[in-house]
């Protein structure tokens, strides 16, 4: 693509769907690290070229608003006072309604060097001017980012007892305390498995909890669905 004009004509569905614009390689010695992620959103792999971009990749895969996910989703390219620019945006996440927002993951430190801001201003006017959203992402705290690397262990449906996830679900309806639940049904359910399934509800978005202090027995529950 290579105007802001031929964003409107971009298929969201195959773009998601699609193969990554780069080729990834791995290689001894490298100084970043590269892999694929299991997300629960797409029900497959996407892949992160940097421990920094699945950080980004975790917390889009733990945002209920988030429906599409795609890494390095295409190639933009538009020729700007005689010049042709190229950008791969490191990541496009999409929302029920169809909002697009695109995610540039980049360390704080190299957001004030001229070239790599020059850069990602540029490519956040094309986005903007064609109705998408445009992020420029550094990190977010380390307690929030700890909560959600843990309760990625518990995302998948599949790993966690039914049983006990359908009694949660259906028993727990207030605020009340992660411990105060396995508790009340240490009577049904052993803690290894009410503690995933009541894990599972919170990756799932059917609770809430506060992400900002570490996740304990004391942690409070909230209904959110």
Avoid at 203 to 224: A, N, Q, T
């Amino acid at each position: 693509m290579s105007t802001y004009e031929d964003l409107s004509l971009v298929d969201l569905a195959a773009t998601v769907a699609g193969c990554p614009w780069r080729v990834f390689r791995w290689r001894q010695g490298q100084a970043h690290y590269s892999g694929w992620y299991w997300s629960v959103t797409m029900a497959g792999h996407v892949v992160y070229e940097s421990r920094l971009e699945l950080a980004r990749l975790l917390l889009a895969d733990f945002d209920c608003s988030v429906v599409g996910i795609a890494a390095q989703p295409f190639c933009l390219t538009a020729e700007v006072d005689g010049r042709l620019r190229r950008h791969v945006p490191d990541f496009l996440l999409v929302d029920p309604g169809g909002l697009v927002t695109v995610v540039n993951v980049k360390p704080a430190e190299q957001l004030a060097r001229e070239k790599v801001a020059e850069a990602l201003a540029w490519a956040g006017q094309v986005f903007t001017r064609a109705g998408w959203c445009h992020e420029v992402w550094s990190g977010a705290p380390a307690a929030v980012l700890g909560n959600v690397r843990f309760l990625a262990a518990y995302r998948r449906a599949d790993r966690v007892d039914a049983e006990a996830v359908e009694e949660i679900d259906r028993t727990v309806t207030g605020r009340v305390a992660l411990g105060e639940v396995e508790a009340g049904l240490a009577g049904r359910f052993a803690v290894e498995v009410c503690r995933p399934a009541l894990l599972h509800l919170v990756w799932r978005g059917v609770f809430r909890v506060d992400l900002d202090r570490p996740l304990s027995p004391v942690s409070v529950l909230e209904r959110v669905v």
